[in-house]
């Protein structure tokens, strides 16, 4: 379903990407313990915001880039899917 929305504005659709359940030492963490993973893969990007001359301003970000952002970032769109702005990325996770 989200796969079809289009942002607006400088807005981003995020899937999370999870993280791995096994530690480096072979662990495996129980999902109470698990925190929602920071990365994830946009899948839909807004057409920018505009300036205070009414001009818009294109996105940084591009769809199917892996980005990192803040644990408290955007608003919840389902279960693995966010609806963030562009300011609340912290980074492009490079290739």
Known sequence: MFERLKPLGDRLLVKRIE???????GIIIPDAAKEKAQTGS???VGPGRRDTSGAFIPMDVRVGDVIYF???AGTEAGVDHLIIREDEVLG???K
């Open 92 to 94: 492009i996770v490079q």
């Open 19 to 25: 993280q791995e359940e096994k530690t480096a030492g």
């Open 70 to 72: 803040g644990k408290y």
């Open 42 to 44: 946009v899948l839909a």
